[in-house]
């Protein structure tokens, strides 16, 4: 039951350069999460978006959440060769079902 | 330091031979959960735990088993691995079910031949 969708699949880009990641999914939800993925370990949370906000800010993070076109951004500023990993949506439709996870934007931030 | 624990970390078998994936978390979290990670097809969940002795499926429980006997454990049972369960997979848990971040445990890499 895939839900969210990154887009695009893959990005490579200068250090310093900004990253824009977008994900848009089908149906209504609660709330949306972003994670990051370093080569084969596991997911780390990085920022939760309800469905009543529609931006919010975590270091060079910026995610954005447009409930009308059911589709959110993740914006990462002046990015860092650190940054390269794969980044993966995530949405939350209710309590009792499942976080269901995009297949993830492979992120390559050249030094 | 909180955290996640799977065991093993790698883990190569023959078909037929029942496994244990190992897991356990250190934070008194309430939700528990397994995926796995294939290429092209993303992160499913096989099963999911909301508390103690109670589990429910996910996308793909097909060949798998779990149990939650306590609340820090969860581990994944392959009773009979077939080749096709050769994946990438991960544990993971949260404090409730809702507006809670997911904490992920470092991967199991298992190879059924």
């Known amino acids: 039951s895939q839900q969210g969708e990154e887009d695009p699949q893959a990005l490579s880009i200068q250090e310093g350069e900004n990253a824009t990641m977008n994900c848009s999914y089908k149906?209504?939800?609660?709330?949306l999460q972003w994670y990051r993925q370093n080569s084969g370990r596991g997911l780390v949370h990085l920022i939760l978006?309800?469905?009543?906000?529609r931006e919010k800010h975590s270091g060079r993070l910026r995610v954005t959440l447009d409930t009308s076109k059911k589709s959110s951004s993740l914006l990462i500023t002046a990015s860092r060769a650190a940054d390269t990993a794969s980044y993966f949506c995530?949405?939350?439709?209710?309590?009792?079902?499942?976080?269901?996870f995009g297949k993830g934007t492979r992120l390559s931030v050249i030094a | 330091e909180a955290q996640v624990t799977q065991n093993p970390r790698y883990l190569i078998t023959v078909t037929g031979k029942k496994l244990t994936v190992t897991c356990s978390q250190n934070?008194?979290?309430?939700?528990m959960s397994w995926y796995r990670q294939d290429p092209g097809l993303g992160l499913r969940q096989i099963y999911y735990?909301?508390?103690?002795?109670?589990?429910d499926k996910g996308d793909v429980p097909e060949g798998y088993k779990v149990s939650r006997k306590e609340k820090r454990n969860f581990p994944l049972i392959l009773e009979s691995p077939s080749p096709n369960q050769t994946s990438l997979y991960f544990c993971?848990?949260?404090?409730?079910?809702?507006?809670?971040?997911?904490?992920f445990g470092n991967g199991t890499r298992l190879t059924v031949t």
């Open positions: 993971a848990s949260s404090q409730g079910r809702v507006l809670s971040p997911l904490h």
């Open positions: 149906t209504s939800i609660n709330n």
């Open positions: 978006i309800r469905s009543n906000e």
């Open positions: 995530a949405t939350d439709t209710s309590g009792n079902t499942p976080l269901v």
């Open positions: 934070m008194n979290h309430e939700y």
């Open positions: 735990s909301m508390n103690v002795e109670v589990t």
